[in-house]
């Protein structure tokens, strides 16, 4: 499978942080991870690595939505104001514990790739691969 070239975490959870980082390390999504603990903390690693078209633009965000400082959907909001060359080309996928209808229903309006329940899992992964990149893990 073609690696994406970056992929980034943005979770307060640094174990889910960590076990993510695993997953994508062990099927070899990646060689390349971003990690940010809160929206701000993203926003700031967007800003500096989406400047141009580089390998280091994230092809892919797995965003949690519950997070202290800046919550996903106020990263969303800021996200959308940014002038980046390559910002409609990122595929954001929230991934979330929240099953609340309001913040279902939310995530429904917002111009976001998809949203997945946590854990991440290989087969979740599988799914973001063939639905957004047109790749998929190798079979055992």
Sequence with gaps: MQKLTCVMLVDDDQTTNYLNQLLLKRLGVTDKLLVALNGQEALELVQSHCHEATPDNPALILL?????????????????????????????????????????????????????????????????????FDRQLPEK
Excluded: C, W
């Excluded at 104001?81 to 996928?93: N, P, S």
């Excluded at 979740?124 to 957004?132: A, G, M, R, T």
């Design 64 to 132: 949690d939505v519950k997070m202290p400082v800046m919550d996903g959907f106020a990263f969303l909001a800021a996200y959308e104001k940014l002038q980046l060359e390559r910002k409609y080309a990122i595929i954001i996928v929230m991934l979330t514990t929240s099953l609340h209808p309001q913040d279902v229903e939310r995530v429904k309006q917002l111009n976001i790739s998809g949203f997945l329940n946590k854990p991440l899992t290989e087969e979740k992964l599988n799914q973001v691969l063939k639905s957004y």
